[in-house]
Structure formats: C-alpha cells, structure tokens
C-alpha cells in the first residue's frame, strides 16, 4: 500500500508568514509523529500524536508551531510568523502502536521549508 | 530528557572492510534503539533495531549489540559495499508511554571502491 506521503515537498516563504505542512500517515498507523531536520543534523522530535490521546507537544521549539490531527489520520504542522531559523525539512512518520510492543517508524520524504 | 551522542561523525572504509558506529544515551528508561539509514535526499529508512531484554542482534552483514549497564550500543556492518555508503542515524525510546524517538546527530558512512 502507500506510504507516508507529505505535501509540499518544498517550501520558499518570506520571514514572518505563515506555513501549513501536510502528513498523510500510513492507512490504519494511529501513531503519528513530526520531527525536523536541519542541515547535516540528526532529526528533532518536535510532537506525537497517539490515536485520541492528547499529544505529546514537549518538543515543539515556541508557541509558533502547532499541529492538529483531525480524524485520527491527516495532520497538519502549522508555523506562524516564520523565521530564518525554522528552514529545514521536516519529516512525518507513522506507525503502528500495540501494546508493549515497539513498531517500527516510517517516515515520509519530508517538507523542505526554506524561509528567505 | 533523553541525550543520545553518536561517533563518529564521518567514517570512511574501503569495500570489503568492517564499519562500527557507536552511540550513547543517556535515560537508563530508554529500552528500544533503531538505527536508520538515510540515502542522499531520501527519507530515513529502519535497517535494524534492538530492545532492552536482548544483548545482540545480526541481520546478514548487519549488526547491534547493546550494553545496558554502560548505556551504550553499537552498528557493525561487515563486508562493506558501496551501497552502504548513507548517514546512519541511532535512537532511543524510552517506553510504552513515549514512543518518539531521540535521535542521534548522524554518521556519514562512505565505502569506497
């Protein structure tokens, strides 16, 4: 089936506006997560999202960012008034979660967000 | 939270030869490692993983071994070829309830010919 795909795959905004980043996970995958990657960096949690559970927001870097998940399914990262510092790629995974149990996390080919 | 380091940071081997990455964390709550290799502009991809309970795991020319008590773990890939050559990524998840990865900075593998 497919995979993670995400939309756009590239991203020129002028500092200060604002950007939407689009995940469709994996069909049936009720873990979500989006992660950032700087150039020549490792990647950086940033949030995850677990079926109807709250999401775990402890790696979002300012109140700037947020993400929604709307039907347990599509997510949405949202960064407002955009800065130089925000231009990276960001990547979207999802995965399977069943008790106990570690599933693997498949990534999307990621946004490249570039903020001029 | 959980501090995963990762040596070294680039690493070059002739075709045939041995590679060995290293990684470092630092919850002792942290029981699952992946390692995921990443092609020139392409999305992270899982090659490997390792939970808390198991010591070492092989895939082919592809291993992992853990240490728990030192809070370490390492890649080996033996028999290198040329298609090895990526940036490989370690991690760590610390449990049930946080399933996010922490990821570390990333080893650029080149194989030469």
């Known amino acids: 089936g497919a995979g993670v795909s995400q939309s756009p795959s590239n991203k020129v905004t002028e500092k200060g506006k604002d950007v939407e980043l689009r995940c469709d996970p994996i069909s049936g995958h009720t873990a979500l997560y989006w992660y950032r990657q700087s150039l020549g960096q490792g990647l950086e949690f940033l949030i995850y999202f677990q079926g109807n559970s709250a999401p775990d927001k402890s790696g979002l870097p300012s109140d700037r960012f947020s993400a929604e998940r709307t039907g347990g399914s599509v997510s949405t990262l949202t960064i407002q008034r955009t800065q130089q510092e925000d231009s990276a790629v960001y990547l979207c995974?999802?995965?399977?979660?069943?008790?106990?149990?570690?599933?693997?996390?498949?990534f999307g080919p990621g946004t490249r967000l570039t903020v001029l | 939270g959980e501090n995963v380091e990762q040596h070294p940071s680039t690493l070059s081997v002739q075709e045939g030869d041995s590679a060995v990455i290293k990684c470092t964390y630092s919850d002792s709550a942290s029981n699952y490692f992946p390692w995921y290799k990443q092609e020139l502009g392409k999305r992270p991809q899982l090659i490997i993983d390792?939970?808390?309970?198991?010591g070492e795991k092989k895939d082919q020319r592809i291993a992992v071994t853990l240490n728990k008590t030192a809070k370490h773990f390492s890649l080996h890939i033996t028999e290198t070829q040329p298609e090895d050559s990526a940036v490989y990524f370690c991690?760590?998840?610390?449990?049930?309830?946080?399933?996010?990865?922490?990821f570390g900075s990333g080893t650029r593998l080149q194989v030469q010919p």
């Open positions: 390792i939970r808390s309970n198991v």
């Open positions: 991690a760590a998840s610390q449990g049930p309830g946080r399933r996010a990865l922490t």
């Open positions: 995974a999802s995965s399977l979660v069943r008790l106990a149990v570690y599933n693997e996390q498949f």
